[in-house]
């Protein structure tokens, strides 16, 4: 069982919390690319329970740095961006992306000269991949960025978005690895009985499309879970037909990074980042991508819309179903067609989480065989915290190359292992340095 004291370590990523510590060793997503323009409007961005102010300047360079100026500490939210720099909007004195202070026009220039120095304020190192802007918030020598695979193709090849999860990070997390859900809570109802998500053929069984009816026939997935050089993989493997195992491969990536199942292949992939804005709640940001053709405009607008892991969202990325609504819940849909009753795989995710709470009380649990991945989670994160504390480098840090993982689902003949799964299906990308943990 979690102890109080195990549950406020995995979920408090402050400043000078442990696993803020964990979390600030390693690159953070802070904004998507695209939410940030040349000479634009400055964005807020709380990180880790932290404020910032982001802009890009006039030569496209991003800054990401203290909101509070150094003369007498306005906002500089409300600043001007303008000429390659931040100016304060109360004595206009301006910042660029490093936070160094390059005008203070209310003093005379040898004054000026003397406080430009003193003035500076924070700015946090910060990259852009994969449509991505990433931010370090360590205080020391960053590590090399993580290589992700969406990040690493083509553009015209992946969609990345984000939402928001108006609960802790952790069992949002959680909440991704955990694939024995998925016989129950995205399915549909049908004659008082849960169906597949998918309508079905009688006699069919190609994989597939037979892979949502195995998920309602077999609610008992065996677990295999073994440890690689940036995290661990898990594989759950259900009774298919003719004697088979349908399998359900998901990556985990330290700190933060998952790849989901639900995918055969030349099918999408899809993964998550799950980053804390404070305890209680966190951006979930969000990529799908095909390593052999591009996405098409109807791809890009669907997942904009909002299918599979991608939500609703309005234009601050805020799910259009939410903890504030009941994620619109509608009991007649549940009584006759949809086991939740609310629309969307993604917002049933979020609904069922932030339904643990705000910050889930994980003492008063009672686990079983199927919650095997997320307690090994728990595992590898508290250990981060340990690593740190003996001055040891956590897990995957320096091993920029290990991130390069794949998810996905596989066929086997019973009594196969995951080892060979994982050969089989994805070579050297199911993961390096295979270990049991």
């Known amino acids: 069982m979690f102890t109080a004291e195990e549950n406020a370590l995995l979920t408090e990523t402050g400043p000078g919390t442990p696993m803020g510590n964990v979390f600030r060793s390693y690159w953070m997503p802070v904004l998507l690319t695209r939410e940030l323009e040349a000479d634009g409007a400055p964005q807020r961005v709380r990180l880790l329970g932290e404020d910032f102010v982001a802009f890009r300047d006039s030569e496209g360079r991003v800054g990401v740095v203290s909101p509070r100026c150094a003369h007498r500490g306005a906002n500089l939210f409300f600043g001007r961006n303008e000429q390659c720099g931040l100016r304060c909007a109360y004595h206009g004195w301006k910042f660029d992306v490093h936070g160094q202070c390059v005008d203070v026009p209310t003093a005379e220039p040898e004054?000026?000269?003397?406080?430009?120095?003193?003035?500076?304020?924070?700015?946090?190192?910060?990259?852009?991949?994969?449509?991505?802007?990433?931010?370090?918030?360590?205080?020391?020598?960053?590590?090399?960025?993580?290589?992700?695979?969406?990040?690493?193709?083509?553009?015209?090849?992946r969609f990345v978005s984000k939402k928001l999860q108006q609960c802790n990070w952790a069992q949002a997390v959680e909440g991704g690895l955990d694939t024995a859900h998925f016989s129950f809570l995205h399915t549909n109802f049908k004659d008082g009985e849960r169906a597949p998500l998918m309508p079905q053929k009688p006699g069919v069984n190609e994989p597939k499309k037979a892979r949502y009816r195995w998920l309602v026939e077999d609610a008992t997935p065996k677990y295999n879970i073994l440890q690689h050089a940036s995290g661990l993989v898990f594989g759950a493997s259900r009774k298919a037909d003719n004697d088979q195992l349908y399998w359900r491969i998901t990556q985990f990536m330290m700190p933060n990074h998952s790849l989901a199942p639900n995918s055969f292949p030349g099918e999408n992939s899809q993964g998550n980042t799950w980053v804390p804005v404070n305890d209680e709640s966190c951006w979930i940001f969000c990529f799908a991508y095909n390593i052999e053709k591009p996405f098409s405009d109807e791809d890009r607008d669907r997942m904009a819309a909002g299918q599979g892991i991608f939500a609703t969202v309005d234009d601050d990325f805020v799910p259009i179903r939410n903890r504030d609504n009941d994620y619109l819940i509608d009991r007649n849909l549940q009584r006759n067609s949809n086991f939740?009753?609310?629309?969307?795989?993604?917002?049933?995710?979020?609904?069922?989480?932030?339904?643990?709470?705000?910050?889930?009380d994980r003492t008063q649990e009672m686990l079983g065989q199927t919650d095997l991945g997320v307690v090994r989670f728990r595992q590898m994160m508290l250990n981060a915290t340990r690593d740190l504390t003996a001055e040891n480098s956590p897990h995957g840090l320096h091993t920029p190359d290990a991130y390069l993982v794949r998810s996905g689902d596989a066929m086997s003949e019973d009594g196969a292992s995951l080892t060979d799964i994982l050969e089989a299906r994805f070579g050297e990308k199911g993961g390096a340095d295979l270990s049991e943990v």
């Open 111 to 157: 004054i000026a000269k003397t406080l430009k120095p003193k003035a500076a304020i924070r700015a946090l190192k910060v990259q852009e991949y994969g449509d991505i802007i990433w931010a370090y918030l360590g205080n020391d020598t960053p590590p090399p960025l993580p290589k992700l695979e969406f990040a690493e193709l083509p553009p015209q090849h």
């Open 340 to 360: 939740t009753g609310i629309t969307g795989i993604a917002e049933q995710d979020a609904a069922i989480v932030d339904s643990q709470g705000i910050i889930a």
